[in-house]
């Protein structure tokens, strides 16, 4: 079974650039989610899809951060414009449902803002 | 707001040499507790998932455990391929059953 895809690995962008980060998750899972995690802490949601619709978007800086997840399979996550702060791996999730326990992880996308 | 709070934030074990990790938490309402397990440069692992005080599950080294304000991942004697960052993370009853991770406790377990 092949797992959560993610690109690219790494990405190294100046402040005020944008950038866009790509998932594909597990087939049949339905639901998908973005995490991000700043090195030495756990990781933080930012959005939820449930198939192509947002589930739970409450802690996403929305002013500079989007996200789409398009037909209910690949989504991206856009940042724009970055900012120091936003150096983080991004870590994409997918789960077979809403209420499913087990989120299985992509091994995200390491993001460095100069 | 669901708070998970674990403890050491790093631990230095020598092979063979048995401890435990501590995950504390608050929540309105516990439907789950999970353990996952994530390796530098890779996304967490999936381990344990815990429902109930008094719960317990095991795979090879690791033992979990759950009481109705913590839980505990027993590791014995461990390993050096052992050495991770191990992730808490609770599921409230309610709501819209998103995860909340806590911080991690880093594992390195020495030959």
């Known amino acids: 079974e092949a797992g959560v895809a993610q690109s690219p690995r790494y990405k190294i962008i100046e402040k005020r650039q944008s950038v866009a980060f790509w998932c594909n998750p597990i087939s049949g899972h339905a639901t998908l989610y973005w995490y991000q995690q700043i090195l030495g802490q756990g990781p933080k949601l930012l959005i939820q899809f449930q198939n192509n619709g947002v589930v739970d978007d409450s802690q996403l800086p929305k002013d500079r951060f989007s996200a789409e997840r398009l037909k209910g399979v690949d989504s991206t996550l856009k940042i724009q414009p970055a900012k120091l702060e936003d150096s983080a791996v991004y870590l994409c999730a997918s789960s077979q449902g809403q209420t499913s326990v087990k989120l299985f992880f992509g091994s995200g996308t390491q993001l460095s803002v100069l | 707001e669901d708070q998970v709070t674990q403890s050491p934030e790093a631990l230095r074990l020598q092979e063979g040499e048995s401890s435990s990790l501590n995950c504390s938490y608050t929540v309105s309402g516990l439907r789950g507790l999970f353990w996952y397990r994530q390796d530098p440069g890779k996304g967490p692992e999936f381990l344990f998932t815990?429902?109930?005080a008094g719960e317990e599950k095991e795979k090879e080294r690791l033992k979990a455990t759950l009481t109705k304000k913590e839980s505990f991942l027993h590791i014995t004697a461990p390993k050096p391929e052992d050495s991770a960052t191990y992730l808490c993370a609770v599921q409230a009853k309610g709501g819209s059953y998103i995860p909340t991770f806590g911080r991690g406790t880093s594992l390195i377990v020495h030959p």
């Open positions: 815990l429902y109930s």
